[in-house]
T-cell receptor, first 117, second 115 residues
Framework: NAGVTQTPKFRILKIGQSMTLQCTQD?????MYWYRQDPGMGLKLIYY?????ITDKGEVPNGYNVSRSTTEDFPLRLELAAPSQTSVYFC??????WGQGAPGGYTFGSGTRLTVV | AQSVTQLGSHVSVSEGALVLLRCNYS??????LFWYVQYPNQGLQLLLK??????LVKGINGFEAEFKKSETSFHLTKPSAHMSDAAEYFC?????????????FGTGTSLTVIP
C-alpha cells in the first residue's frame, strides 16, 4: 500500500510560472486535503475535497486551484507563482467523517518543497 | 471557533528525562484531539488520538496524552526521552462540519534531545 504519494518532492519556480502539485492516494479515501507548512506557522488548509467532483476552500486558498475528477487524485495548481508561495506543501487524506467509521487521523504524503524565486 | 495553542515552539530535554509538550485547545463542540510527529523532510505521522472514552490515551513510541476537559488541555508526555524522539510535534483538533472533518493544527513544538 503506497498511501498518499506526492510529486515532485522539490521544485524551484520563477515568479509568474505555473505548476501542478500532484497527489494520489490508493486507500479509497473520500476526503483529501492540501496544506502548506511555513516555519513557526503550523499547517494552514488551502483546499479540501469530500469526494470526486466536490472541492471547497480552506483558510488560505488565494493563488491556488484544485480539481477532483477521481477519488484517487487531488492535484493543486499554482497559476502565477509568487514568492509568498514558497513553502512545503502536504497532501493528506482520510476515509470519511467519524460517523462513517473513520479510523481517525490523516494519512499524509511526504511533502513537496517549493521555492519561488 | 476552534483553535489550538502549543506552548513553547522549542523544547529541549536531556536523554532519559521526562518529555512534556503542552497543548491547549478551544472548541465550541466536543473535540477530537490528535498529536502528530514530523521527522525531518517527512510528512506528519499520527502519534495518538482522543475521540471518546478513556481520557488517557497511549500512542506509539511510548508517548501518551491526557484529555482534561476542565483545563481544555491535551498535553503529550513520555517518561524517558530517547535521541530518536527529536522531531517536530503538532497538536490538532478535529471537528465535524456539514462538509466533513475539519482539522486545526497548532504551530508545532520542536523537540531537541540532548545526549
Amino acid at each position: 500500500n503506497a498511501g498518499v504519494t506526492q510529486t515532485p518532492k522539490f521544485r524551484i519556480l520563477k515568479i509568474g510560472q505555473s505548476m501542478t502539485l500532484q497527489c494520489t492516494q490508493d486507500m479509497n479515501h473520500n476526503y483529501m486535503y492540501w496544506y502548506r507548512q511555513d516555519p513557526g506557522m503550523g499547517l494552514k488548509l488551502i483546499y479540501y475535497s469530500v469526494g470526486a467532483g466536490i472541492t471547497d476552500k480552506g483558510e488560505v486558498p488565494n493563488g491556488y486551484n484544485v480539481s477532483r475528477s477521481t477519488t484517487e487524485d487531488f492535484p493543486l495548481r499554482l497559476e502565477l507563482a509568487a514568492p509568498s508561495q514558497t513553502s512545503v506543501y502536504f497532501c493528506a487524506s482520510i476515509i470519511g467523517a467519524w460517523g462513517q467509521g473513520a479510523p481517525g487521523g490523516y494519512t499524509f504524503g511526504s511533502g513537496t518543497r517549493l521555492t519561488v524565486v | 471557533a476552534q483553535s489550538v495553542t502549543q506552548l513553547g515552539s522549542h523544547v529541549s530535554v536531556s536523554e532519559g528525562a521526562l518529555v512534556l509538550l503542552r497543548c491547549n485547545y478551544s472548541s465550541s463542540v466536543p473535540p477530537y484531539l490528535f498529536w502528530y510527529v514530523q521527522y525531518p523532510n517527512q510528512g506528519l505521522q499520527l502519534l495518538l488520538k482522543y475521540t471518546t472514552g478513556a481520557t488517557l490515551v497511549k500512542g506509539i513510541n511510548g508517548f501518551e496524552a491526557e484529555f482534561k476537559k476542565s483545563e481544555t488541555s491535551f498535553h503529550l508526555t513520555k517518561p524517558s526521552a530517547h535521541m530518536s524522539d527529536a522531531a517536530e510535534y503538532f497538536c490538532a483538533v478535529s471537528v465535524i462540519k456539514n462538509t466533513g472533518n475539519q482539522f486545526y493544527f497548532g504551530t508545532g513544538t520542536s523537540l531537541t534531545v540532548i545526549p
